[in-house]
């Protein structure tokens, strides 16, 4: 059965930084293009990040373009997400999902495989 387990979150101040990361077991992991997605309560999941199978290409949702870097780690089967100069409107549980494919994807419906998620708090 895949897993993929999230760690990293917190409570951190405005402004403050995060790296969140998400290790993968039980499928090949060079095969599958990584996201990363947020859900805060009564909203739905959106978007994030996305990096291909290689780590070659990248795509940013608007609202964390330029403050968030995704990177990955075939190696280690982990992929990451920096998260700097963080904002209250950033607090959600954040999502590592994993999809077959070697295009980059930012839709939920195009993932196969979901972690459990991690808690990030941001505090003004």
């Known amino acids: 059965q895949v897993q993929l387990i999230e760690s990293g979150g917190g409570l951190v101040q405005a402004g403050g930084s995060l790296r969140l990361s998400c290790a993968a077991s039980?499928?090949?992991?060079?095969?599958?293009?990584m996201g990363w997605f947020r859900q805060a309560p009564g909203k739905e999941r959106e978007f994030v990040a996305t990096?291909?199978?290689?780590?070659?290409?990248?795509r940013y949702s608007d609202s964390v373009q330029g403050r968030f870097v995704i990177s990955r780690d075939n190696a280690k089967n982990t992929v990451y997400l920096q998260m700097t100069s963080l904002k209250p409107e950033d607090t959600a549980v954040y999502y590592c999902?994993?999809?077959?494919?070697?295009?980059?994807?930012?839709?939920?419906?195009?993932?196969?495989?979901w972690g459990q998620g991690t808690q990030v708090t941001v505090s003004s």
């Open positions: 999902a994993a999809r077959r494919a070697y295009s980059l994807g930012r839709s939920p419906n195009e993932y196969d495989y």
């Open positions: 039980r499928l090949a992991f060079g095969d599958y293009g």
């Open positions: 990096i291909n199978w290689s780590g070659g290409r990248t």
